[in-house]
């Protein structure tokens, strides 16, 4: 589903992914663990190509992002993302934050887009906040809509960076239930993440990244168990 | 009538006094001419304003383009109008540049002048104001697979216009006293008026006494609405 080749990144001189390469396959999901300016939240950028790579290729569902023929707004359709921030649009309530999107790009009609919104903010549990705007709402509850937002496009795809990061802990947990439903109906994932009991239990496969490249990978049991890498077992043990 | 009742009083020695200034009299009985000044000046103004905003959004959305070749002519359009003075701008148009391309009256000179003018500083305005709006916000709108336009035109201008309100009331007032300028050219705005008066009377502190009196209760004015729009903003 989705295939990253040779993918490289700098910002000025600084190097930031130096050669990444990995394939996931549809209703997989992977989690991204790694230290601070490992380049985790680059690369994730740069497979929906809000970052433009320096060289290499981004494949999603055999439509390659990075040749300058795609239609990137086409793609994005199909990749939803998470932002650590929620970036929500706090000058519309929180229906409107998801049907937005709809009515806009797919000229969706307003009641069937508030339909397919209400049907998704149902799911992230908040049908009872339709009118009520972004800063009235509580961190994990903005995180939901965030989600409800993303699939309001019906992506193929979802990336999350770091979605839990930013919440108070007693609120990780509601945003953390609702990614791991979505990962069960089957939605391919890729989640950078500090939550390694996430990363354990919902994750089918982590990689770990430090300085710009893709360290270890294997099954969650298989790199919180038996790191081979050096690297790898030191930064788990410090965040474990 | 007033003689009638005179009763020695103070204030009423006064009034009688001023009844019979010449000046007095100048500006009291040209108050049409003030009002008909004051009229075109607020409709210079506003409408300069109007096409100053459309120019204005246009020309920082150039300047903020990605594009060098599309960025230019938005730098080049919103320094020239910044960095030289008004007057000049308006003797420049008027006999310079206007008659080659049609044959304008003063008015719409003074129009045309002024909205490029308003528009050079409303875009920088407008700059700062999108600026303004949180980078996550294009970035949020952009992975939902919106174009450039329209993540502009439905997330960020939404977000921007709020920040852009109170200095865009500073223009606004600014621009009111600059459209003085055009008194040069004969558009018959409030300043023109008063020259002709003058020309005709030579009481100079009257007359330029009453001018600057009405600009300043057209200042006040709009900066009260700015306040206001100001306090309704906060609230919102
Ligand atoms: N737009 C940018 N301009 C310049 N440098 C950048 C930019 N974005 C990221 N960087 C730098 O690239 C490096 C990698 O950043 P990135 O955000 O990918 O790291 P990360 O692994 O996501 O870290 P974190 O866990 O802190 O989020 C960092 O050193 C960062 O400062
Ligand atoms: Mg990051």
Known sequence: ?240 | MLQCLDLNIFGLDILQSLLALNGFQVVSSNMGNFLRGTVLTLEITALSVAFGMVLGLIAALLKMSRYKLVALPGSIYIDFFRGTPLFVQILLFYFGILPLVFDANSFQAAVIVCSLNSGAYIAEIVRAGIQAVDRGQMEAARSLGMTNVQAMWHVILPQAYKIVIPPMVNEFIALLKDTSLVAIIGAEELTHQGRILYSVTYEAAWIWGAVALIYLLLTRLLSMLGDYLERRLATE
């Open chain 1, 1 to 240: 589903m989705i295939k990253v080749e040779n993918l490289y990144k700098s910002f000025g001189p600084l190097q930031v992914l130096k050669g990444i390469d990995c394939h996931i396959a549809a209703r997989e999901v992977v989690c991204i663990i790694g230290p601070s300016g490992s380049g985790k939240s680059t690369l994730l950028r740069c497979v929906n190509q809000l970052e433009k790579a320096d060289s290499g290729k981004v494949i999603i569902d055999g439509v390659e992002l990075t040749s300058p023929q795609t239609d990137i707004n086409k793609v994005r359709q199909q990749v939803g993302m998470v932002f650590q921030h929620f970036n929500l649009f706090p000058h519309r309530t929180t229906l409107e934050n998801v049907t937005m999107a709809p009515i806009i790009i797919k000229k969706m009609n307003k009641a069937e887009a508030g339909d397919i919104a209400h049907e998704l903010l149902r799911k992230v549990g908040l049908s009872d906040k339709d009118d009520v705007h972004p800063a009235q709402l509580s961190g994990g509850q903005k995180q939901r809509v965030a989600i409800a937002r993303a699939l309001a496009m019906q992506p193929k795809v979802m990336l999350f960076d770091e979605p839990t990061s930013a919440l108070d802990p007693e609120m990780v947990g509601e945003v953390l239930e609702v990614m791991k439903n979505l990962a069960q109906e089957g939605m391919t994932m890729m989640v950078v993440t500090h939550e390694m009991g996430f990363a354990k239990e919902v994750g089918h496969r982590v990689l770990f990244m430090d300085e710009g490249i893709i360290v270890e990978q294997g099954s969650p049991r298989q790199i919180f168990e038996n790191p081979v890498n050096s690297r790898t077992q030191s930064f788990l043990s410090k965040v474990l």
